[in-house]
């Protein structure tokens, strides 16, 4: 079965400093993809990035990166220089293609919630 | 502007009574899934559907139950079965040509049962 885990339930930073979220997968899959989304308060959630498991290479975009490790099943996000704007919860996911018909069936972490305060 | 919308936002049942969640795509995705969020747990899967007038149980189907009669449309039904009804639903869309298809979701449907 597949799991994702983000341990860190809650984290507060000051705005301006660094800040990197955890999330630490397990699959039998030799293919698969991973995801981050960002849930403002308003409910919805956001999708950020998208990465498979043959590509390691980081990702940079603005003031966000990604770190993909596949030796540690680790795939971390870290927000550089935050700002109130990126308080929200964040979720780790990690797919399942579906063979027959296609489509992504998602599995989620539980969710960081970020909070960047002045 | 082509998206997912869910509604009502807010709804307010008694325990016993079925409840229907509407959830509606422009955005000409062949596939749809239904999500439960609940504090401290993350995102549960419903039940999903690849095509019009099929559908999948997800992890936790029990008490749920949805129809797929339009390609847009994508409706869950919280039945008088389902023993703890009180959560945050989410409704998303996806193609299912690539493998890496992100799923794109609506703003959710609190639902609360007294």
């Known amino acids: 079965a597949q799991k994702v885990t983000q341990a860190q339930t809650e984290i507060s930073v000051v705005e301006k400093e660094d800040v990197t979220l955890d999330c630490v997968y397990e699959?039998?899959?030799?293919?698969?993809?991973l995801f981050w989304y960002k849930q403002p308060p308003s409910g919805e959630l956001v999708f950020l990035i998208r990465r498979n498991s043959f590509d390691e290479q980081n990702e940079i975009s603005g003031r966000y990166s990604w770190n993909f490790q596949k030796s540690t099943s680790s795939f971390n996000f870290t927000i550089t220089a935050s700002q109130v704007v990126d308080s929200a919860v964040y979720f780790c996911a990690l797919s399942e293609w579906l063979l027959t018909g296609g489509g992504n069936k998602l599995t989620f972490g539980t969710g960081t919630q970020l909070k960047v305060e002045l | 502007d082509g998206g997912i919308t869910q509604s009502p936002k807010y709804l307010f049942r008694k325990e016993g009574q079925n409840v229907t969640l509407s959830c509606e795509q422009n955005l000409n995705h062949d596939a749809m899934y239904w999500y439960r969020q609940d504090p401290g747990q993350g995102l549960r899967l419903i039940y999903y559907s690849q095509i019009v007038n099929d559908f999948q149980k997800g992890d936790i189907a029990e008490g749920y139950s949805v129809s797929r009669e339009k390609k847009e449309s994508f409706p869950l039904t919280v039945t008088s079965a389902q023993k703890n009804p009180t959560a945050f639903y989410l409704c998303a869309s996806s193609t299912t040509g690539t493998e890496n298809s992100p799923l794109h979701f609506g703003n959710g449907t609190r639902l609360t049962v007294t």
């Open positions: 699959t039998r899959d030799t293919t698969y993809y």
